[in-house]
């Protein structure tokens, strides 16, 4: 997420906690029907308001008929819900088909409590790719599966209603479908798909192992409770490695100050002494991967771009919020309200139509890529690995790299769409009779130009999709693409693996501007 100068984040919590609350809650624990379809209704209408309160255009990535047809769908759904988890499942599938990555919605503590103690999942880890979705591990009698195998089918259900299944709880940028596969791991999916269809008496899977064989088998629900958690994602300050003489691999996972900060350090200064270092050992060849990057605090972006581009770029166009302060009528007649800035940071808005308030141009952020030069600046060769974890400031920078032609891309596409995303200050918002928390993302950062395929992120030069047997591994086939790019003699783009196909439509790769 893109932090603007001050992190807010306020919790309201929506009603009081009555006993019916309680026992509503308690209730998602599958013990029986305890939300009326009247508390069900109120909860998805106040998730509708707060959304449409919140975001300046909740239909930015599609029609305005297709926000409303979504809205009138989530409250059907409500009409008659068993319990908790039910009104989850209305809500993310409505906030999903707003279509904003920084979007989060999830189930109250009660409901995934239950759902951990009590809830048989299909059997099977499964990893996703733009080549189809593969078993990454077994449990249960899925054991005889071998890994590695290829999903055809669950249940008659071909490889891509399942991913359509997943995206519909998933949020996501536009039409972006790696952040998904990447942001959903392992158990994720089966956890998902229980969340959706409750308790399933087996499995009907097809598949086809990794030496071509197709088999079948018939798989019994395995609990939960014995399946091992999603490993943590690692993030880490960035570092350098020597490939080669010449050669070097900058790994930058995150712009999270935080991370920095319980280092000891803080970006700019690592980033200011790793450039210095790729400065006096002289190289001329440089891989940067983002593959990880999820973003984290403005503007660590912004510096890093400086340390590759010398000019500074104008990368917003506008950067919004829909006026200082926000407010919603609960369904019971609560007025909630939210400041998005404080009076200081007031200093740097300007008021635009219908209330509405854009971020001025001006120090220390403003809507430029960055107002002071940096030295050393790498002007070399230049390779950049991006995937579906590739998102807010990091698919932002992968973004303004690509818009002034720097580098050649390679990895898949980034999680964060090419023209801009909602994000920076969240209103955080508990649904009161479900549970359910909304983080509402605030601020709409449009850049300055526009994508010839709007909804989608930066797209590679060599696409390259991880596959299941290099999961954890940096050095995979993309890094090892990434790495012939670089040592290649003549223009990079030119010299894709013979197994990667060349993604990048030419709406992105801007004649006569590469800089490499």
């Known amino acids: 997420m893109i932090l603007p100068p001050r992190l807010l984040l306020t919790v309201l919590v929506l009603g009081t906690l009555l006993p019916g609350h309680a026992t509503a809650v308690d209730g998602a624990t599958g013990d029986g029907p305890t939300l009326s379809p009247a508390q069900a209704r109120d909860d998805v209408q106040l998730a509708i308001d707060v959304a449409e309160a919140a975001l300046r255009h909740p239909h930015w990535h599609h029609p305005p ?68 979705v593969f078993v990454s591990g077994t449990h ?20 891509d209603a399942l991913l359509d299944e997943l995206a519909s709880l998933s949020a996501r940028d536009g039409d972006i479908l790696t952040g998904t596969m990447r942001e959903c791991p ?21 598949y086809r192992t990794p030496d071509g064989r197709s088999g079948q088998a018939r798989l019994s629900p395995h609990p939960m409770r014995e399946r091992p958690p999603a490993p943590g994602r690692a993030r880490r300050i960035a570092t350098l490695e020597w490939v080669a003489p010449g050669i070097a691999y900058l790994e930058v996972s995150t712009f999270s100050n935080r991370i920095y900060r319980e280092a000891g350090t803080s970006f700019r200064a690592v980033i200011q002494r790793l450039f210095e270092e790729i400065h006096e050992g002289g190289a001329d060849r440089l891989i940067l991967d983002l593959r990880e990057n999820g973003g984290g605090s403005e503007p660590n972006e912004a510096i890093l771009y400086s340390y590759l581009v010398a ?117 955080d918002v508990t649904l009161s009779h479900s549970g359910v928390t909304l983080g509402m993302p605030l601020l709409r950062f449009r850049f300055d130009w526009d994508a010839a395929i709007a909804g989608r992120g930066v797209l590679p030069d060599c696409d390259v999709a991880p596959r299941v047997s290099e999961n954890g591994l940096s050095r995979d086939r993309a890094w090892h693409a990434a790495l012939a790019l670089v040592q290649h003699d003549a223009d990079p783009r030119g010299a894709c693996p013979a197994d990667a196909a060349a993604g990048a439509p030419p709406h992105q790769r801007p004649p006569g501007r590469s800089r490499h």
């Not at 599938?93 to 999830?106: F, K, N, T, W, Y």
Request: aromatic share 8%.
């Open 186 to 206: 392992g158990r994720c999916y089966a956890v998902l798909r229980h969340r959706i269809r409750g308790d399933e008496t087996g499995f009907a899977l097809r």
């Open 65 to 132: 008929g297709g926000w409303e047809a979504a809205r009138t769908r989530a409250l059907q759904d409500a009409a008659a819900p068993d319990d908790a988890m039910d009104v989850y499942v209305a809500v993310a599938r409505l906030m999903a088909h707003v279509r904003e990555g920084h979007l989060d919605v999830a189930p109250s503590d009660a409901a995934r409590d239950w759902q951990r103690a009590h809830a048989r999942l299909l059997p099977l880890d499964l990893h996703w790719s733009g080549e189809g």
């Open 311 to 427: 000019e500074p770029l104008q990368r917003y166009r506008s950067v919004e919020a829909r006026g200082r302060m926000l407010s919603v009528t609960s369904p019971a007649g609560t007025t909630l309200t939210h400041e998005v800035f404080d009076a200081e940071e007031m200093a740097f808005q300007q008021p635009l139509a219908d209330g509405r308030l854009g971020r001025r141009n001006l120090p220390p952020e403003g809507l430029m890529s960055h107002w002071e030069r940096a030295a050393p600046v790498y002007t070399g060769r230049l390779a950049i690995l991006i995937g579906g974890r590739t998102f807010s400031g990091g698919a932002e920078l992968a973004a303004m790299l690509r818009h002034v032609g720097r580098g050649v891309f390679v990895g898949e596409e980034t999680g964060g769409t090419y023209e801009g995303n909602t994000s920076g200050y969240s209103w």
């Open 140 to 159: 249960g009698d899925a054991r005889a599966v071998p890994v590695g195998s290829r999903v055809e089918s669950i249940n008659g259900e071909p490889a």
